[in-house]
């Protein structure tokens, strides 16, 4: 099973790490250049935790800790 969110259903997404080269123009330079991109995804913070559903049974999920934090779970004793 992939690592998805439970509750808010948060996966992982693309992106790009970007190399910038040059000196800034606030410290006397030209300004800064883009010389590489390289792609890379951005993984969500998820744990794998018990929770208590609203039916009342328990169930190991994945669970963001956004979600966690917020409330939005009861964890199971």
């Not at 794998?48 to 939005?72: D, F, M, N, Q, Y």
Request: charged share 25%; glycine share 10%; aromatic share 4%.
């Amino acid at each position: 099973m992939s690592r998805i969110c439970f509750v808010t259903g948060k996966k992982r997404s693309r992106g790009c790490h970007i190399v910038r080269k040059g000196q800034s123009k606030k410290s006397g330079g030209i300004g800064t250049h883009v010389v590489k991109r390289t792609k890379r995804l951005f993984k969500p913070n998820l744990q794998h935790i018990k929770i208590v559903l609203p039916t009342g049974e328990v169930k190991r999920v994945w669970v963001s800790v956004k979600a966690i934090k917020a409330g939005l779970v009861t964890k199971a004793i």
